[in-house]
């Protein structure tokens, strides 16, 4: 019997493609300046190219062990070691997944169950809508605040847990600090908070560090999985792709205690078998690198940041100056009455420089009307010639 009409899942009914991919296709029609998806336009570093290869050439090219190689998860371990003091065990806390982005759908789909509640800060990085939906999660949002520099009210949070814990409680909830899109890289005293109410109220810490190396002036990141009795409730999830520049490779990792690293496994090996292998041998190298390498990483995104940040102002737009990560956001409303994704078409088509429209970071549309994202992670010289052209949009938005 053949079907009349095409028919596609309720789930899959219930969120759109990607907007920050959707905006990479439209750049690439228009040939516009790329500030949108969050990839680097600079090479990797030779040493672990070099590394790639090496290991295709010696036939590292069959599947790896499902949870990763036991030399690359080693090298997880001993990064860990060296940067944060923290004791991981490789064998049984580490598995490599096919970037972060499958390591936490795996995380979600392995410890959340249909129904259960899920916080998510917002706006959040995009994909954590859609995990929610995949996994029948029921989100519950605590809004950042943009006019107190993207933090939290503890207040608000602990209304909305106690409140959920008179009925089935939460389950988990998600953390991405350094921040995408806003760039905060959430206090110290902001994590013991989240500490202190995941303990009382019993759920899971899910946090997205994907950014821990890219911080700025002195701000420093600090994995929640290290405040007093957090590790057994903790998942930490992290990933070569930004630290090294390489988010094509898709190698992300999962720390977390051994009963939820068993679970996360399974779905991990029934979802993707496993992470390319060559790939991984080249993140040994790649944790090779020194700490030289980390300090340069951060110093020259700080002159990149410091850069769009200017020419930004100028053409007529408010940041937030970000304090992690590599995005910007901005409020266009000074500029244009505009809706964001109004806006970003006309910046694309007529000015040739994409960017993400705010309202794909909230649940609510509406909430990031006025907003728009900008990724930084480009060589200054392409920068410099998005600055050109913004400065353009600019003169002729005001006039
Ligand atoms: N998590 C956050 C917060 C991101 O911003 C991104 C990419 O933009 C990812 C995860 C994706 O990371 P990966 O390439 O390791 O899947």
């Known amino acids: 019997m053949s079907l009349t009409r095409s028919r596609i899942s309720h789930k899959a009914s219930r969120f759109t493609e990607s907007v920050i991919r959707e905006m990479t296709r439209l750049a690439n029609r228009h040939n516009a300046i790329n500030l949108a998806q969050g990839f680097p336009n600079f090479p990797a570093p030779e040493e672990i190219k070099n590394a790639a290869c090496a290991a295709i050439q010696n036939d ?5 062990i499902t949870w990763g190689s036991a030399e690359f998860r080693r090298s997880i371990a001993e990064k860990y070691r060296t940067f944060y003091g923290w004791e991981v065990d490789p064998e049984r806390e580490i598995t490599v997944g096919c970037g972060s982005t499958e390591c936490m759908i795996a995380s979600i789909l392995a410890l959340v169950d249909p129904g259960d509640r899920v916080v998510i800060f917002e706006p959040f990085y ?7 939906i ?11 605040d943009s006019t107190k520099g993207w933090s939290f009210d503890p207040e608000l949070l602990e209304n909305k847990i106690r409140s959920a814990s008179k009925d089935t409680g939460i389950r988990a909830l998600i953390l991405n600090t350094p921040n995408n899109p806003t760039g905060r890289v959430f206090s110290l005293a902001e994590l013991q908070c989240i500490s202190e109410l995941a303990q009382r109220y019993n759920f899971y810490v899910l946090t ?3 950014y821990e190396h890219i911080t700025y002036e002195g701000c420093r990141h600090y994995p929640i999985a290290l405040l007093p009795g957090m590790e057994e409730r903790t998942v930490t999830i992290s990933g070569l792709s930004k630290t090294f520049s390489v988010t094509g490779w898709r190698i992300g990792y999962i720390i977390a205690p051994p009963d939820c690293s068993s679970a996360i496994r399974k779905m991990h090996d029934f979802l993707t078998v496993g992470a390319a292998a060559p790939l991984q041998e080249a993140g040994v190298a790649a944790f090779q690198l020194g700490q030289d390498y980390y300090r ?13 940040g200017a020419a930004l102002t ?5 940041i937030w100056k ?7 956001m901005a409020d266009i409303s000074g500029l244009t009455h505009l809706g964001d994704v109004e806006f970003v078409n006309e910046m694309i088509c007529r000015y040739g420089v994409a960017a993400v429209p705010g309202s794909s970071f909230f649940h609510d549309p509406q909430l990031g009307k006025h907003l728009v994202r900008f990724a930084f992670c480009k060589s200054l010289d392409v920068l410099s010639q998005a600055a050109e052209r ?4 600019g003169k002729d938005f005001k006039s």
């Open 390 to 393: 913004l400065m353009e949009l």
């Open 126 to 132: 995009e994909n954590y809508g859609p995990d929610a």
């Open 314 to 318: 100028e053409a007529g737009f408010k």
């Open 208 to 210: 997205d560090e994907i």
């Open 134 to 144: 995949i996994a029948g999660a029921r989100p519950v949002f605590i809004p950042l």
């Open 60 to 64: 590292v090219n069959q599947y790896s």
């Open 296 to 308: 340069k990483l951060a110093e020259d995104y700080t002159k990149r940041r410091d850069f769009l």
């Open 322 to 328: 970000p304090f992690g990560a590599y995005y910007m």
